[in-house]
């Protein structure tokens, strides 16, 4: 079944009525479809050869790095594989798959680390830059880097591109690190495919209600 996200009037009015939005105000209802609306697409799910333009990808990138990040370390690093990038990407990580994935080795896995990078349009490889100079905790920096995920995601959302976050195939074999400019401590986070979406009825995935999430304390 084929659900979307329709955001309540009230929304809108609530904030109107609470002078919540500023003169420059954002529509709340776009902004709650686009995160409503928000999924992970897959490269089979991509139109083949078509290339989004590469400054979308920077303006993407440039909302990543609007991302929240305590005392400003900004953890994220990006390399950004398109055109003949893509091939020499897909060649470098089934090369480090075949050599270092060990007993973890699955030729289904290594067929997709070949294929998918050539149905996208962009590979965002996402590194973190382990902060030397202030003293914060990793999991913050992890933390950071998510938040400049979801700006990716979110991004991708408004402007009808679709992609998902891997962390499958290379991500954890600790010898791909020096392929992207990552130390020993710095940590490859994962692969952001990117592409035109074949379909823009693709299903969202489930959610539990937030109630069940959610305690509120209001006495
Ligand atoms: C940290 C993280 C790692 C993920 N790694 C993978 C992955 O390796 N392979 C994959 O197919 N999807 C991966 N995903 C995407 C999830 O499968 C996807 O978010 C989930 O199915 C929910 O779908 P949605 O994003 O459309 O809501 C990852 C998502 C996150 C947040």
């Known amino acids: 079944m084929i659900h979307r996200y329709n955001v309540r ?3 809108c009015t609530f904030a109107k009525k609470n002078k919540i ?16 609306n928000r999924r992970s697409i897959y490269p ?14 920077r303006q993407v990138l440039e909302n990543a790095n609007r991302a929240p990040t305590h005392k400003l370390t900004q953890p994220w690093r990006f390399t950004v594989f398109t055109d003949k990038g893509l091939e020499r990407f897909a060649k ?5 798959y075949s050599q270092f994935a060990g007993e973890n080795f699955k030729e ?12 996208s349009s962009h590979v965002i490889a ?37 992609g998902y976050l891997s962390t499958g195939g290379i991500t954890y074999i600790k010898e791909s690190k020096s392929f992207f400019n990552l130390e020993e401590t710095d940590k490859l986070i994962g692969f952001f495919f990117v592409g035109f979406p074949q379909d823009s009825l693709i299903p969202l995935s489930k959610r539990a209600s937030i109630d069940e999430k959610t305690v509120w304390v209001n006495e």
């Open 9 to 11: 009037i009230a929304d």
């Open 44 to 57: 089979y799910q991509f139109e083949k050869g078509k290339k989004i333009p590469d400054e979308i990808i």
């Open 92 to 96: 470098m990580q089934t090369e480090i």
């Open 108 to 119: 289904k896995k290594l067929k997709n680390l070949s294929e998918y990078p050539l149905m």
């Open 21 to 36: 939005l500023m003169e420059n105000s954002y529509s709340i209802i776009e902004f709650n479809s686009i995160l409503q």
């Open 126 to 162: 996402i590194g973190m830059k382990r902060s030397t100079d202030v003293s914060i905790p990793e999991t913050e920096e992890i933390i950071a880097i998510t938040c400049a995920i979801e700006n990716i995601y979110l991004s991708l959302t408004a402007y009808g591109l679709g």
